[in-house]
């Protein structure tokens, strides 16, 4: 079974550029969740959606930062303009059942630094 | 809101040593608790859970009990190897429609020969 999949690995902006993270969850995993994960910290979910729809965003910078999962597949988090401190990692994660009290599968994660 | 305090890093210790990483966590309801464990160049993966208080979760040696009157989720692992060197977060979400993970900031396990 295939994993998460992230793309780019890595990506290297300057402050007030505009940058896009893609994500492909597990085939099949209705749940997928962005997260991320600064420096010495522990990952900070941003934002979870349920098929195409989103469920929780209310840690997400809404004045920058947007994601959306069209046909409840794929999905992109894109932030606009990127801040010094936006340099993290950026996690995706998917599950299988609505509740995330089943595993939650992290995929690689793409390492943005700005700038 | 909800949140994870765990101990600590680095924590270094000799193989076949005996660990213990404290965690405490702050919830409404009835969370669900988890390990998850980063090695070197990997990516996060899931090393064992507790969905109810008084259950253990157990995997690759490790153990962890649900404690309500305690709220805490304390990993041990009786005699520690140098594979068993990584990071390791513990976590909790607490259910229902939005269940994200609230993670702890993590605690860098170094195991010496």
Redesign the interface.
């Known amino acids: 079974e295939a994993?998460v999949a992230q793309s780019p690995r890595y990506k290297i902006i300057e402050k007030r550029q505009s940058v896009a993270f893609w994500c492909n969850p597990i085939s099949g995993h209705a749940t997928l969740?962005w997260?991320q994960q600064i420096l010495?910290?522990?990952?900070?979910?941003l934002i979870?959606f349920?098929n195409n729809g989103v469920?929780?965003d209310?840690q997400l910078p809404k004045d920058r930062f947007s994601a959306e999962r069209l046909k409840g597949v794929d999905s992109t988090l894109k932030i606009q303009p990127a801040k010094l401190e936006d340099s993290a990692v950026y996690?995706c994660?998917s599950s299988h059942w609505?509740?995330?009290?089943n595993?939650?599968f992290?995929?690689?994660?793409t390492r943005l630094t700005v700038l | 809101g909800d949140s994870?305090t765990q101990m600590e890093g680095p924590v270094t210790l000799s193989e076949e040593a005996c660990l213990t990483i404290n965690c405490t966590y702050t919830a409404t309801g009835y969370p669900?608790l988890f390990w998850?464990v980063q090695y070197p160049g990997?990516?996060?993966?899931?090393l064992l859970?507790a969905?109810k208080a008084d259950d253990k979760g157990s995997n690759k040696g490790f153990e962890a009990t649900y404690r309500k009157e305690t709220t805490s989720f304390h990993l041990e692992k009786g005699s520690v190897q140098v594979s068993d060197s990584a990071v390791y977060?513990c976590?909790l979400?607490s259910?229902?429609?939005?269940?994200?993970?609230?993670?702890?900031?993590?605690t860098h396990l170094i195991i010496q020969p």
Do not use: M, N, W
């Open positions: 994993g969740y997260y010495g910290q522990g990952p900070k979910l979870q349920q469920v929780d209310s996690l994660a609505t509740s995330g009290r595993e939650q992290f995929g690689p994660g | 994870v669900s998850y990997e990516g996060l993966q899931l859970k969905t977060f976590a979400t259910g229902g429609g939005a269940d994200g993970l609230t993670f702890g900031k993590g």
